[in-house]
């Protein structure tokens, strides 16, 4: 299985809320990314979400799924206590990490056992999906950024006897966060356009309740 490639580590273009919310406060928050075969068929999504009710501690989650047109979908999901935000990264769940540059881990679960080392790399400024006063507002009460909204993916995936080896994959970095998971949401990112390979676009709606 060949590693990452190593290109360098961009500065950070986001942070982990949770480490700060109050014990009283609920809170919701995920980074997430999402890679795609140059080609299509295959694409991977992997995600690390914190969980808290109010008074209570926080709780982590891993997700990881593989997108195959010709054989299905693979998926896994496992629990991990005690989520962490380490300096430079921007969160860490047991053995699994994600930080500028570098997402690495696991997800263990009856369904399947996935593992992943993946290095990403691009230069596209973040996307604020909302104008930048409602990131300290209160409603929405899900925030989304977009830190990296533009990368390519290098590294390997494992799902369960499965390994793909990814070489510049097109994809994006989300980090989104709030009191609660928005209710209603619809999320696009898009690559790959023929003609325009270096073009991508990425969209956001969601309905606020009041």
């Not at 993916?153 to 793909?164: M, P, Q, T």
Request: glycine share 10%.
């Amino acid at each position: 299985m060949g590693g990452p490639a190593d290109r360098g580590t961009p500065p950070p273009s986001t942070e982990a809320r949770f480490p700060s919310v109050a014990r009283s406060a609920p809170h919701y928050e995920s980074f997430f990314l999402k890679a795609c075969h140059p080609d299509g068929g295959l694409a991977v999504w992997i995600r690390y979400t914190v969980h808290k009710r109010a008074n209570a501690p926080a709780k982590g989650f891993v997700w990881f799924t593989l997108f195959d047109a010709e054989h299905g979908v693979l998926a896994s999901k496992a629990e991990v206590p005690y989520p962490t935000a380490p300096p430079g990264t921007y969160i860490e769940l047991g053995e699994s990490v994600f930080a500028p540059g570098r997402a690495a881990g696991v997800a263990h679960s009856p369904q399947l056992d996935a593992s992943w080392e993946l290095g990403f790399h691009g230069n596209a400024p973040p996307v604020w999906h909302l104008p930048r006063w409602a990131y300290n507002a209160p409603l929405p009460k899900t925030k989304l950024l977009s830190p990296h909204p533009a990368v390519t993916f290098s590294g390997w995936v494992r799902a369960g006897e499965r390994i793909l080896n990814l070489e510049d994959w097109p994809g994006t970095v989300g980090h989104n966060w709030g009191s609660e998971h928005a209710r209603r949401t619809i999320w696009i990112h898009g690559t790959g356009f023929a003609g325009h390979e270096d073009a991508w676009v990425e969209l956001a709606f969601a309905r606020v309740r009041v």
